[in-house]
């Protein structure tokens, strides 16, 4: 299974970006799908996930600003990002759970918000 994401660059605060992952290769099907990130001298956080039932979980700093969906098939997930601020600023990963629950991630996009 390889992940690859795309679409971080670098916006004004406010502005947007939307980033989109592309899933190859065989999951044996797909528990979780969704994005972390990691700014310089921080952990890696979630971001947002979908699991099976299409439901979505955000972290508390993006809810109402960020939104994560996929495509049918699941083989393209997509993060709308809105209302940009500095401290979104980090490398996301796109990032894939399996049925066995086996976790993959793409090698992360970069994303720099200018204040």
């Known amino acids: 299974v390889q992940l690859q994401a795309s679409g971080g660059g670098l916006v004004q605060s406010g502005g947007s970006l939307k980033l989109s992952c592309e899933v190859s290769?065989?999951?044996?099907?797909?528990?979780?799908q969704g994005w972390y990130r990691q700014a310089p001298g921080k952990q890696r956080e979630l971001v947002a996930l979908?699991?099976?039932?299409?439901?979505?979980h955000y972290a508390d700093s993006v809810k109402g600003r960020f939104t994560v969906s996929r495509d049918n098939d699941k083989k393209r997930v997509y993060l709308q990002m809105n209302s940009l601020k500095p401290w979104d600023t980090a490398v996301y990963y796109c990032h894939l759970q399996d049925h066995y629950l086996y976790n993959h991630w793409g090698r992360g996009t970069q994303v720099t918000v200018s204040s």
């Open positions: 290769g065989n999951t044996g099907g797909t528990n979780t």
């Open positions: 979908i699991n099976r039932e299409d439901l979505t």
